[in-house]
């Protein structure tokens, strides 16, 4: 008896393990030499989200530049458009930042990135 406890014990432990773990949500992008690495613990759901933002440029971390976010909702009938801003704040060597999705549907979302002068803008969609 105690031999199949032994056997079967750590394969009901992996479950339970597997279980409980949440998936994460990462999305590359690139523009020019320009890489923006976004994580984040769950993927994206309606609520506060809270993006991790990883920026390189030509394969160097990038901790100079100035981050920003727009969420965009197109228009649907009886819903004008929605456009919201999301503060960025650096925090060590990557940018961090509050992502509110208020409700389901489809969202488009720019990230700008500014440095030595020039702005750089990445987009990406998603359906909630």
């Known amino acids: 008896m105690k031999k199949i406890v032994l056997l079967f014990l750590p394969v009901v432990l992996f479950f339970a393990?597997?279980?409980t773990q949440k998936e994460g949500f990462k999305k590359e992008l690139s523009e020019g030499g320009l890489k923006v690495v976004i994580t984040s613990d769950q993927p994206p759901h309606v609520g506060i989200n809270r993006w991790k933002l990883r920026i390189y440029e030509d394969g160097k971390a990038v901790t100079d530049a100035?981050?920003?976010i727009n969420g965009y909702m197109p228009p649907?009938?009886?819903?004008p458009?929605?456009?919201?801003?999301?503060?960025v704040k650096k925090s060590g060597d990557y940018y961090e930042s509050d992502v509110n999705l208020s409700m389901?549907?489809?969202w488009q979302i720019t990230i700008y990135v500014?440095?030595?002068g020039e702005t750089k803008k990445l987009k990406f969609g998603f359906n909630l």
């Open 17 to 19: 393990f597997s279980c």
């Open 104 to 106: 389901g549907g489809t």
């Open 114 to 116: 500014e440095r030595n």
């Open 66 to 68: 100035v981050v920003k």
């Open 76 to 79: 649907m009938p009886g819903m």
């Open 81 to 87: 458009e929605m456009s919201m801003d999301y503060p």
